[in-house]
């Protein structure tokens, strides 16, 4: 009884308690935060690399033919960044001097291309006359008897014997009898019949070349005449002849002279089809003979331009009319052909300033104080020593026209183009180019060894004080060069005073070195200047 009342009255023991499943809601919560707060950051930071990959930030491929250009997935465009003030690169004065580096100003200009070119003269071929007989017969006597003799219009060229012209002599003069016998017939139909044949035998000698002074020679002589003359009908020279000697045959087919009147001729000129767009007709052509004098110079007016090309030569045939009468100019003579097309006023470089990779063009912008930017541009007009700029220049701005390739050259070798917005690689950070306002002046070393090198510099403003009680640093940059990673190294200077600051910095290797001197007051830049430094 006892054992079953303590039994009863003994208290179970308590279950443990239950965790709530809150707690486990919230620790998930925040797990999944976390994760998406990670993705979040991830795809930002992705999304950033790629903008800036886009602008232009991220570099090319290092052995590149030239940093920018197309190879592989690199982008096409062969200067990014172009006219933005950024791929700069910074080449100090002394180097400048060094290599002879020369600008020019871009500027509006009225534009004239020449075009040069050989040219031919030629026959007038309207002036050509070729001389026939109207009869066959015998030639007898040969006046115009070698080529290149001239001869006036009316002047015999030789005489003909022919049966027909001697039996039309004949008639004509039977014709001329009967006409003075019937003139006063009674009957008018007899004189009148007697009239016309008198007229149809002289209109026949008259189709057959003879001249009228030749059928009045014949009606007062009241005989005929065994060899009548054939006259020329035009003034010129001589160029080809078939009436050999006497004896001949000839027929009416036969040419027996040609006759050029070259009082007038054609210069013939061969102009490559890329100069045949600003060619019109109308415009003047100055020709000069390569031996002559200044008397030797005429000029001429357009008058034909070929509609096809010669496939051999790829250039038309263009046509300037000139006169000749001093016979200076002989067919088949070369001359000098120029023909001077102005092209207004439009923006104009030195041909030299422009760097040509064969698809597109770009010139070295000096934007000063030792910075130059390559930008690309659109050529347009060019002369023989002028181009001119279609976009991508403004007039006024200073462009490279010697030692552009040595500065190309070096824009390749600091990554001027691949860097894309990185003017300055130095540690110590130099501002923009328009910060560039320090006169530096290295006093130690004048030439450096590899190693730890004493340094000391004269620091001034623009106004050539000098700066004291400020904060300076240097900073060295040699830029990768294949398979060689970029160096740099940098010092903090100590005034000396009187604007003097001396320190000690690395050279790590032999090389000259981009060199960037930072001035800093209360913690703020004031100015940087860059140099170099070569180490030996």
Known sequence: MTEDINQSTERPEPMPPRRPRTGWLILLILVVAVVLTSLYLYSKRSSSGNAAAADGTSPLK???????????????????????????????PERQQLIGVKTATAEMKSLTKEIRTVGRVAYDETKITHIHTKVSGFIEEVFADYVGKPVKAGEPLFTIYS?????????????????ALLKDSAFPWVAGGSNNLLEAARQRLLLWDISPEEIQALQERGEVKRALAIHSPV???VTDRQAYHHGRYVTPEMDLYTIVDLSGVWVLGQVYEADLPVLKLGQMVQI????????????GRIVFISPTLDPKTRAAEVRVEFANPDLTLKPDMFVNFKVNIPLGRQ??????????????????VDKGQGYFEPRQVKVGSRTDDTVSIESGLKAGEQVVTSANFILDSESRLKGAFASMGEPSRVAVGAPAPAAQNLQVEVLEPKTAKPGSNSIRLWVKDPAGRPIEDAEVQVGLFMPQMGNMPPMSSDAALKPEGGGIYSGTIQFLMAWTWETTVTVKKDGQVIGTAKTTITAR
């Open 163 to 179: 049966p027909d012209l001697l039996a039309t002599q004949q008639e004509y003069l039977l014709a001329l009898k009967s006409n």
């Open 288 to 299: 000069e003979l390569p031996y002559g004098s200044n008397l030797s110079k005429r000029q």
């Open 62 to 92: 290092a052995d590149n033919a030239m940093a920018g250009m197309p190879s592989g997935n690199t982008p096409s465009n062969p200067l990014p960044g172009a006219g933005s003030g950024v791929g700069q690169i910074y080449i100090a």
């Open 347 to 364: 923006l104009a470089l030195p041909a030299d300033a422009v760097l040509d990779t064969g698809t597109l063009q770009y010139v070295l």
């Open 235 to 237: 003034t010129g020279i």
